[in-house]
């Protein structure tokens, strides 16, 4: 069973940190670019980070640079999203899911959520004093 889930998520308080971790079963996910997603109650889902397959090429969402940090482990099939400092405004359900087709990460504005495939099912994370 194809399947991606994540996890690390929960209640911190603003100037905290957390790192989320991507985990997949089922499949590898060595040739994929994987991106990281929230969306937050009454809000669309916002495209937050997104790493190549090789890990060469990351984009983030203005909203998250210099606080937030992507990486993969392709030996242990999982991506870590890195959240320092962080704010009330960055509480949302976070997501992982990757990227389908041919992908460019380098020179990327945006990230569109049509443009991934596989899901998983989010991990809350609440910041909150």
């Known amino acids: 069973q194809v399947q991606l889930v994540e996890s690390g ?17 089922g499949f590898t996910l060595d040739y994929y670019v994987i991106g990281w997603f929230r969306q937050a109650p ?3 889902r916002e ?8 890990g060469s090429s990351i984009f983030y969402a203005d909203s998250t640079k ?10 242990k099939n999982t991506v870590y999203l890195q959240m320092n400092s962080l704010k009330p405004e ?12 041919v992908y460019r990460v380098r020179g ?3 990230m569109v959520p049509s443009d991934f495939g596989s899901w998983g099912q989010g991990t809350q994370v609440t910041v909150s004093s």
């Open 9 to 25: 998520g929960g209640l911190v308080q603003p100037g905290g940190s957390l790192r989320l971790s991507c985990a997949a079963s």
């Open 42 to 44: 009454g809000k669309e």
């Open 47 to 54: 495209g937050v980070s997104c790493i190549s397959s090789s």
């Open 66 to 75: 210099g606080r937030f940090t992507i990486s993969r482990d392709n030996a």
């Open 90 to 101: 960055d509480t949302a359900v976070y997501y992982c899911a990757t990227a389908q087709g």
């Open 108 to 110: 990327r504005a945006t």
